[in-house]
């Protein structure tokens, strides 16, 4: 088994797998006293028609054995409630395990990971977490791609 290190996500190091969901990152777009308003911070392209899902990612060992890629769409995962996740990732292309990264997701931010980037089910920091995914409608029938990883890697966040 080996170590992950988990890393606080920011719009820099995470560029290479997705948008960071958050005014953080984004200039607002309008609003007034009453609201606030941040548009297009990520766009799904070449869909017809998206699905909008919920995850239950349940509290677990953290540790990381296997990655998941969508060749034809985006992923938004959108905690709610609040609550802190993990996410490990691999960039798309040829999978090599020396390039495996894990990220610290605040729950009040959410993530838009680009079509083909490996991920797998959060692992939440403290009780299970609810999540909105969404994708193209019907991707976990037509185009999950599941892949078991040579080694394990323990995920250890500091």
């Given amino acids: 088994m080996k ?74 995962v959108i905690p709610l409630g609040g609550e802190d996740q ?13 390039e495996i990264e894990a990220f610290y997701l605040e729950g009040n931010k959410g993530i838009v990971l680009h079509k083909g980037v490996r991920h797998f089910i959060p692992y939440p920091v403290k009780g299970n977490v609810t999540n909105i995914i969404i994708f193209k409608e019907h991707t976990g029938a037509n185009d999950l791609i599941l892949e078991k990883l040579e080694n394990q890697y323990k995920l250890i966040n500091e």
Avoid: C, P
């Fill in 3 to 76: 170590d992950l290190k988990v890393k606080k996500m920011t719009e820099e190091n995470f560029k290479d797998y997705g948008v960071i969901l958050s005014a953080d990152y984004h200039l607002q777009a309008g609003g007034d006293e009453n609201f606030g308003w941040w548009e297009n911070l990520a766009v799904f392209k070449g869909i017809e028609k998206i699905s909008v899902n919920l995850l239950e990612a349940k509290q677990r060992e953290m540790i990381a054995d296997t990655l998941e890629y969508h060749n034809d769409t985006e992923e938004a």
């Fill in 86 to 98: 993990i996410i490990v990732v691999a960039k798309k292309g040829v999978l090599s395990e020396d």
